[in-house]
């Protein structure tokens, strides 16, 4: 029989273990991975503002990101996708996937992505290849962390855009004949609107509008609808909108086409009878190319995808799934260069590259993407229990785009006497809109320059070189990037940024 002192000892023991069991310490020590990721999400949304500003809404928080397969285990991030609803009656709906900041999200601005194309993945290339967070691996199999993310700087929200591209659907097929700059726009705005109101903490902050390639008309365009809807906030909710920035931006078709034929002859890609045929050939002040200059710019496309990368004309070629060069470069592309033709009356650029597209990862993202169990953790809407078949671009809806605008320069004029703060930036090895375009369409503004060119630098390197004007635009070129300047110099585009966001300079010197 044991005796009272031996009784007593266990029965503290007890009250030990007990107490020591229901320790917090303890908890988490024997909690699940799955259970400590929630208890760590919690604590993030919990600490995004003391006053409560960051609280998620039941609706944002059932799009909440858990478990993406090959998510790192570290550093924590927040990340949430699903549809937002542009169009009820259509049943048309956008797929967005958005990261808070890394570090207080309650005061960082908002920023919004658009990738090009027209008709490429936002959030194939924008989110997991170039300044995302997560990007893709090599193999398509899992996520790496980009210590160069956006979301440094920002809260980053990445829309697949127009309806047809990637996740984002439709359930009226007409639509997708329809799509022109004018659609886009309007359903840009609805995003956004609608956005906002799932996630309305977020509608008090600054924010800014992103893209590059073809986005160069989609960012002002929808920076434009913005600007003239926030005058009747009695009919519109307004949005706190501060400026955009673009890279490698198609901006006025003249001027770029101009600058395709220019850049590929003075980086000796073409040779000196090519670019005098087309030169002569060529009217790009207008949108029904002559046969003779579609059969010319034809042939400067065709050396492009027969030899180099036009996306950074100095970049190794792709070589995936190849034994030979000539393999591979029949890989490179589905699409083809064909003459300008009409559809509905508007015009049609089917480029057999289109911007915003680069053949080394869209194998990679598109592997990844198209798991079952990714696409149930990003809330993907499944089609008869069957996963969606996705593409990094669309090449149909690319083909049948109107092209409607010639120039956005207007809308830039218009924005900038408006107060909103406008910056270029072009990776100046890209042939497929060069960095001499931009130059031309800024020049074609017409404004007082408020700091004259200059180099700027990072990492005690000359990064670039920057000019700005009066009335907040400003044009800066990264060395050595091509047409994907977050993926090609990550840090110089991260530094890019910081200086538009907060209006430090960029370094002057070493």
């Given at each position: ?106 005061e960082?601005p ?32 899992g ?6 993310a ?45 956005w ?84 002569r ?93 990714v696409?149930s ?41 408006g ?19 931009s ?67 960029l370094?002057?010197q070493?």
């Amino acid at each position: 029989m044991a005796s009272l002192s031996s009784i007593n000892t266990l029965f503290l023991l007890s009250i030990h273990l007990l107490v020591f069991l229901s320790s917090p310490l303890t908890t988490t020590c024997i909690k699940t991975p799955q259970e400590t990721e929630q208890q760590q999400q919690q604590q993030q949304k919990q600490a995004l503002s003391p006053e409560g500003e960051g609280v998620l809404s039941q609706d944002s928080e059932s799009d909440r990101v858990i478990n993406l397969p090959g998510q790192p285990s570290t550093p924590s991030i927040s990340h949430f996708s699903g549809y937002i609803t542009v169009n009820e009656a259509h049943g048309r709906a956008l797929f967005y996937w958005f990261f808070e900041a890394q570090s207080q999200p309650s005061e960082r601005p908002l920023l919004l992505w658009f990738n090009g194309g027209p008709g490429c993945s936002s959030v194939g290339y924008g989110a997991a290849v170039e300044l995302g967070p997560l990007r893709v691996n090599t193999n398509g199999t899992g996520l790496l962390y980009n210590k160069h993310a956006w979301n440094q700087e920002a809260n980053l929200l990445f829309v697949e855009s127009p309806v047809g591209v990637g996740f984002s659907y439709t359930d009226t097929s007409s639509d997708l004949s329809m799509l022109d700059d004018t659609f886009v726009a309007e359903d840009a705005y609805s995003f956004l609107v609608n956005w906002l109101q799932k996630f309305p903490q977020f509608k008090t902050h600054d924010c800014f509008l992103a893209g590059e390639s073809y986005a160069g008309h989609y960012v002002p365009q929808l920076a434009e609808l913005i600007y003239d809807r926030n005058k009747d906030t009695a009919k519109y909710t307004p949005i706190n909108l501060k400026g955009f920035i673009v890279g490698n931006p198609e901006t006025n078709d003249y001027y770029d086409y101009k600058a395709v034929l220019e850049y590929a002859w003075s980086h000796a890609v073409i040779s000196d009878q090519l670019y005098h045929k087309c030169k002569r050939a060529c009217n790009f002040t207008v949108s029904d190319w002559s046969d003779e200059c579609n059969e010319g710019m034809n042939t400067v496309f065709t050396t492009y995808q027969q030899e180099i990368d036009i996306y950074n004309i100095y970049a190794p070629s792709c070589l995936l799934n190849s034994s030979s060069a000539s393999s591979s470069l029949s890989h490179r592309s589905e699409s083809h260069f064909e003459p300008l033709t009409k559809v509905n009356g508007y015009s049609s650029r089917t480029m057999r590259i289109p911007g915003g597209y680069d053949p080394c990862f869209t194998q990679y993202v598109e592997m990844y993407l198209n798991r079952q169990d990714v696409q149930s953790s990003l809330h993907v809407r499944t089609v008869n229990s069957n996963t969606i078949s996705w593409k990094a671009c669309n090449q149909s809806l690319g083909n049948t785009y109107r092209y409607s605008v010639f120039s956005v320069l207007p809308i830039y004029t218009k924005l900038i006497k408006g107060g909103l703060k406008i910056w270029v930036y072009s990776g100046d090895t890209d042939g497929r809109v060069p960095v001499i375009g931009s130059r031309y369409c800024i020049e074609a503004l017409g404004l007082s320059i408020k700091s004259p060119w200059r180099s700027w630098y990072h990492d005690q390197q000359v990064a670039g070189r920057i000019v700005e004007y009066e009335g907040g635009l400003a044009l800066a070129t990264v060395r050595g990037a091509g047409h994907l300047v977050p993926l090609d110099k990550p840090s110089e585009a991260l530094a890019l940024l910081h200086s538009f966001l907060t209006g430090q300079d960029l370094r002057r010197q070493r």
